[in-house]
């Protein structure tokens, strides 16, 4: 069993800044590949992005790439997600999610992942 609890989401204007933890417990975290997801009101859940076990590989959804940037620091059992130039197209519920089999693209697949957290919000106002 793995247990992830996401932190910092928050209000911010367009063009802000936050940085979202995801803290893990359970099962060794440092063998998971982890990633983040988001949904907004009446979306799918989508790709953000994800990152290996090792932190060595990371992966990005289009959209966010130059602005978000992934990390992990297994001595902490924690990854994070840096949002910046936050855009009001940001805003969702941002989930972190572990994947304990699956690798390289396969990692953007929700279904492909076996625990998530309970979200945190990421509300961007224009």
């Known amino acids: 069993q793995v247990q992830l609890v996401e932190s910092g989401g928050g209000l911010v204007q367009a063009g802000g800044s936050l940085r979202l933890s995801c803290a893990a417990s359970g099962r060794t975290f440092s063998n998971n590949a982890m990633g983040w997801f988001r949904q907004a009101p009446g979306k799918e859940r989508e790709f953000v992005a994800a990152?290996?076990?090792?932190?060595?590989?990371?992966y990005y959804k289009d959209s966010v790439k130059g602005r978000f940037t992934i990390s992990r620091d297994n001595t902490k059992n924690t990854v994070y997600l840096q949002l910046t130039t936050l855009k009001p197209e940001d805003t969702a519920v941002y989930y972190c999610?572990?994947?304990?089999?699956?690798?390289?693209?396969?990692?953007?697949?929700?279904?492909?992942?076996?625990?998530w957290g309970q979200g945190t919000q990421v509300t961007v106002s224009s």
């Open positions: 990152i290996s076990w090792s932190g060595d590989r990371t």
């Open positions: 999610a572990a994947c304990l089999y699956s690798s390289g693209t396969y990692l953007v697949t929700p279904s492909n992942y076996n625990y």
